[in-house]
């Protein structure tokens, strides 16, 4: 039987493309970029195979322009350009790609800078403009055409006049609706921050006319619009430098630039991983806590670069929920990316790469803890409670991790300790570690419940955070040392048997006890004498697994 082909309604196919593929339409100028770019690169890679072809960097670049009197936007490039044949295969088949082309019969000179691989990207022009005019001049060609669209209906290819090699795409912006604006993408500014935000590392220079109102010669007050060409893209981006050539005001300047935080980084952190899983990394801990970080609105994540180009503002995936007040971005080269170039294929790569991240995070904050205890500290006071509900959050499943980074009030050394510490200087006879739960460090200290272990020269961790004795609940122990309230019945401190209550001692006061379990019926369980007490008349102390202050948060509680 034979086999028939597919067909499609093409002008359907574009319309959903057009109207459902992006999320955003600023994203065709991106789209744009790329594209010229991937041109550009073109030229680069058949230099190097080709040796009657120069390739000179400063003339290759990308322009955009925009004219307002005549509603247009144009980009134009000095890349490779497209022949008659090449105009029908790219721009009038969809889905057809003809950098991916490039790419696999280049593959062995290593075209990975090349970023088109789906062949959509090119009509999210439609998503703005109502016409789109290409005029391409391909390399080695001496003819120009001009391939000319208003959407759904079709293209006409002809032959045009144009100087240089290279391609020219005019878009036709849409008018306003009372529904949507296209005005913004005739707006210098608007472009310019578009092109800041996905093509910033785009490696060929992006020109822009860029107008500015400076002062007349000889006048004081009056002034003239000037508009100069500018270069808006960074293109070399840091995170590809070498680390020896940055300092640290490279990095702060790249954390303020990228609005990570108005603050300073605390520390950063530059990866470059170059395993099983090739990637690049610029991850910052800033210094203060964001306004809004405690609360449902913030949103964790790191910007997500593939090749250069922004994919993602904030990949969630990326980062694990206790390691949340990191800022940054990841760059790599072999993602694989879905069709709007929006979000990612749930890969393989994007889970090895943040579990590398969760690792280096670790190991950072380890050596912080290690070698800059100040500094270790003021990450604490900021983000230490977060580390905590880690701990406590998904049943204690992130303990492994985590519980070498806990710090907390040590009765004994007057600061902020580790468990590691801690228990490196328990005496060998004592079996727990102590801990003591309150609403401060003052309140604690005034506890009765302390007094016993205090005298018994033991250590107590104060625990003054709610989430404190939580966490320490589903660690249960540390260095094979379990943890123990002090208002705990059972210390595991030797008594000896003179020092429990003798049964004449218990009897003697038997009324008086009675009586006041009377008093506070439904309130405590059981009335007794104590050998605990050292100067305080009384104390509470609890049975079984609920602590006295867990039972009060929990009471504090919504349902
Ligand atoms: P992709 O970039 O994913 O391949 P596009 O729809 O963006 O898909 O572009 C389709 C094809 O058109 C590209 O693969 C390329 O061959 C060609 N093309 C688009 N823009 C240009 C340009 N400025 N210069 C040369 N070729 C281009
Ligand atoms: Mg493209």
Redo the contacts with the bound molecule.
């Keep these: 039987m034979a086999k028939k082909k597919f067909k499609a309604e093409s002008k359907r196919l574009l319309e959903m493309m057009i109207n459902s593929i992006y999320t955003q339409r600023e994203i065709f100028l991106r789209?744009?970029i790329?594209?010229?770019s991937?041109?550009i690169d073109?030229i680069y890679y058949k230099a190097l195979a080709d040796d009657s072809l120069v390739f000179n960097k400063e003339d290759y670049y990308i322009k955009v322009t925009a004219d307002k009197a005549n509603r247009t936007l144009t980009?134009t490039?000095t890349?490779?350009?497209?022949t008659a044949e090449?105009?029908e295969?790219?721009?009038g088949v969809?889905?057809?790609?003809?950098?991916?082309?490039?790419k696999e019969a280049n593959e062995a000179k290593d075209g990975h800078n090349i970023?088109?691989?789906?062949?959509?990207?090119?009509?999210?022009a439609f998503m703005v403009a109502d016409d789109v005019t290409?005029i391409?001049k391909?390399l080695g060609s001496s003819e120009a055409f001009k391939w000319e669209s208003k959407g759904a209906d079709g293209y006409t290819i002809e032959p045009a006049e144009k100087d240089s090699v290279?391609?020219e795409?005019t878009l036709k912006i849409k008018a306003n609706t009372e529904e949507d604006q296209y005005d913004e993408y005739l707006e210098e500014y608007r472009l310019k921050s578009i092109i800041k935000k996905y093509s910033d590392f785009i490696r060929f220079p992006i020109k822009m006319d860029i107008t500015t109102s400076q002062p007349k010669a000889d006048s004081e007050n009056e002034f003239e619009e000037i508009s100069e060409e500018q270069t808006v893209n960074s293109m070399v981006p840091i995170w590809r430098k070498n680390k020896n050539e940055l300092t640290d005001e490279d990095y702060n300047n790249f954390y303020a630039e990228k609005r990570y935080g108005f603050d300073q980084p605390l520390k950063h952190i530059h990866i470059s991983a170059d395993g099983a899983v090739v990637y690049n990394a610029i991850l910052f801990i800033p210094e203060n806590t964001p306004f809004d970080y405690y609360t449902k609105e913030y949103e964790k994540g790191l910007e997500l670069y593939s090749n250069g180009v922004l994919i993602m503002d904030k990949c969630s995936d990326l980062l694990p929920d206790y390691f949340s007040f990191v800022k940054g971005m990841v760059d790599s080269e072999d993602l694989s990316l879905n069709i709007s170039?929006e979000l990612l294929q749930h890969d393989r790569q994007l889970t090895l790469i943040a579990k590398n991240i969760k690792n280096k995070i670790k190991s950072q904050l380890q050596s912080l803890l290690k070698d800059e205890r100040e500094k270790y500290n003021q990450f604490y006071s900021a983000f230490g409670r977060q580390l905590k509900f880690g701990v406590y959050n998904d049943y204690g499943m992130h303990k492994d991790t985590l519980q070498d980074l806990l710090m907390f009030y040590s009765s004994t050394e007057k600061k902020l300790v580790t468990l590691d510490e801690y228990v490196s200087r328990m005496p060998e006879d004592q079996k727990y570690i102590y801990y003591a739960a309150g609403e401060s460090v003052e309140r604690i200290e005034k506890l009765p419940q302390t007094e016993l272990v205090a005298d018994k020269g033991y250590e107590i961790l104060y625990f003054t955070d709610d989430i404190d004795e939580f966490a320490i609940k589903m660690i249960t122990s540390y260095k094979e040392k379990e943890f123990r309230s002090v208002s705990s019945g059972d210390l595991g401190i030797e008594t000896d048997a003179a020092d429990k209550p003798t049964d004449a001692e218990e009897n003697e006061n038997k009324e008086l006890f009675e009586a006041m379990k009377g008093i506070l019926s439904g309130k405590v369980k059981d009335v007794k004498a104590s050998k605990r007490l050292k100067t305080h008349p009384v104390c509470l102390s609890t049975e079984g697994e609920l602590t006295i202050e867990m039972e009060k948060i929990l009471k504090s509680m919504p349902n």
């Design positions: 789209e744009l790329s594209n010229a991937d041109a073109k980009i490039d890349g490779i350009g497209m090449e105009l295969n790219n721009l969809i889905a057809k790609s003809g950098s991916l082309a490039f970023i088109g691989q789906f062949g959509v990207g090119f009509y999210s290409v391409s391909a290279g391609t795409i170039r």
